[in-house]
C-alpha cells in the first residue's frame, strides 16, 4: 500500500430515509450521531492472533472501550458517533525484523 499509487474515491450523497430513521428520527439529543459513515480497509496480517493489523485492533478496541464508557455514564457528555485514529512508526532491527 502506498499513498503514491493508492486511489481515494470520495462519493457524499444525501442520507438514506432508513439511515435517518435509525440514526435520529423519534431520538433524544444526546442518543444521535452520525449514523453513515464508514471506512473500509483490510488485509491479512501476521502482527496480531487475529490476523488483523495492528493498528486496526486497537482502534477497533478503543472504540468498544468510548462505547462503553458512554453507556456506563462515565462520560455521559460523549455521542454515539465517536471516533478513534492509530498511527504506529514501526522500526526495523539489524536483523531485518
Known amino acids: 500500500l502506498s499513498y503514491k499509487t493508492c486511489e481515494v474515491l470520495v462519493r457524499i450523497n444525501k442520507q438514506s430515509p432508513d439511515i435517518a430513521g435509525g440514526v435520529h428520527v423519534g431520538k433524544e439529543d444526546l442518543d444521535t450521531g452520525a449514523g453513515d459513515q464508514g471506512i473500509m480497509f483490510g488485509y491479512a496480517s ?14 477497533t478496541r ?11 455514564g462515565q462520560l455521559w457528555w460523549l455521542r454515539p458517533d465517536g471516533k478513534t485514529q492509530v498511527t504506529i512508526e514501526y522500526m526495523q532491527n539489524v536483523d531485518g525484523s
Open 62 to 72: 478503543l472504540g468498544k472501550k468510548l462505547t462503553d464508557v458512554r453507556k456506563s
Open 46 to 59: 501476521d502482527e496480531t492472533a487475529d490476523c488483523m493489523p495492528l493498528t486496526i485492533l486497537m482502534a
